[in-house]
């Protein structure tokens, strides 16, 4: 393994440089209605990245203490809750059919729609990324940047790249979106690659960040978040380095502007929204890259990626705010504990 060494993922609050403070919240008076539809709580995180994942009419969360739910979507009624044998680092992955989350240990755990554990497959070391699934296979990672590909319906391995991280990289959770029959991993270097899922070989790699900088920090460029795909677009986003577009079936380039984010993007109809690592949020025009608007108000809140929904794009906070701003000009519209 030659990516021995990791960092933390970036704490904005751990500074004492007054000119990194988290910015104050100002009285917001909202032009956009908003309102809490239900809560589950599933416990801390433990510095853990956990995303939800849609699967029809429902979603399935899972908690760092071991526990797996699955509600509906609509108003939050659980349709079943376990706990795992072991502490949880990393989920949800599902395709509908099986319910995939990593553990401490570096073990991929599977479950049926109904919350019944079908099989347990040891990886080579931790696992810090939702796994994602697809044509009947689960594509993980583990932390020294070894990917596998296990049948997702008897747990046995189909095939493994390991591909070669450089000294330092972040103690994050890139992520990998499928798309028909492929998968868009994000990885250490600046690194952006599809690989077929039912064997494992590279269709096609890019790099939406660049090495730069004479020591190891300053030449840091692994992506954030998972990549984003809308229609025939896949955009990502590098600490150090841009957030990009391309064709999601070649990997041709659409266009790459210069941002530094830790957090994944957003992508819709119109627009791509970044989240940058010093706190402001910044729309694209999908088609060819200019830049729409930025909003530089939440500065060092630790945003989290962006989501686009109606008339707005969404964006959590460091303190559990989620900030709704106006996705044609980035105002204010809402705010929400």
Not at 11 to 40: H, I, Q
Not at 78 to 107: C, F, H, M, Q, Y
Not at 178 to 186: G, L, W
Not at 198 to 225: H, N
């Amino acid at each position: 393994m030659t990516g021995c060494s990791t960092l933390s993922s970036l704490n904005p609050f751990g500074s004492k440089d007054k000119s990194s403070e988290p910015a104050k919240l100002v009285e917001l008076k909202g032009t956009m209605a908003v309102r809490t539809a239900w809560k589950l709580d599933l416990g801390k995180a433990r510095g853990y990245q956990f995303s939800p994942a849609m699967a029809g009419n429902t979603v399935v969360v899972a908690g760092a203490d071991g526990s797996i739910a699955r509600v509906e979507a609509a108003n939050g009624r659980p349709l079943w809750r376990i706990k795992a044998p072991s502490e949880l680092t990393a989920g949800v992955g599902t395709d509908g059919n099986v319910i995939v989350v990593g553990a401490a240990d570096g073990v991929l755990m599977a479950f049926d729609m109904d919350g019944k554990a079908l099989w347990k497959t040891q990886l080579s070391s931790e696992i810090l990324s939702a796994p994602a699934v697809g044509q009947g296979v689960v594509v993980a990672r583990s932390i020294d940047n070894r990917i596998v590909g296990i049948d997702a319906a008897t747990g046995q391995k189909k095939w493994t790249v390991q591909r070669t991280a450089p000294a330092l990289t972040l103690r994050t959770a890139p992520g990998m979106a499928v798309y028909d029959k492929d998968v868009i991993i994000a990885q250490p270097a600046g690194k952006l690659g599809a690989f077929i899922m039912a064997t494992g070989a590279p269709r096609w790699e890019v790099e939406v960040g660049t090495a730069r900088g004479a020591t190891e920090l300053e030449r840091v460029t692994d992506l954030g978040g998972a990549p984003a795909i809308f229609e025939s677009d896949v955009c990502a986003v590098a600490y150090q380095g841009r957030v990009a577009c391309y064709d999601v079936a070649s990997g041709s380039p659409r266009w790459t502007r210069d941002l530094s984010s830790t957090v994944g993007v957003a992508v819709d109809q119109r627009f791509v929204f970044a989240a940058d690592d010093k706190g402001a949020l910044s729309a694209f025009n999908r088609d060819g890259g200019a830049s729409a608007w930025k909003n530089d108000k939440l500065a060092f809140r630790g945003l989290s990626t962006p989501v686009s929904y109606g008339r707005a794009v969404a964006v959590g906070d460091y303190e559990g705010y989620i900030h709704f701003l106006s996705r044609e000009d980035g105002t204010f519209l809402a705010r929400a504990a």
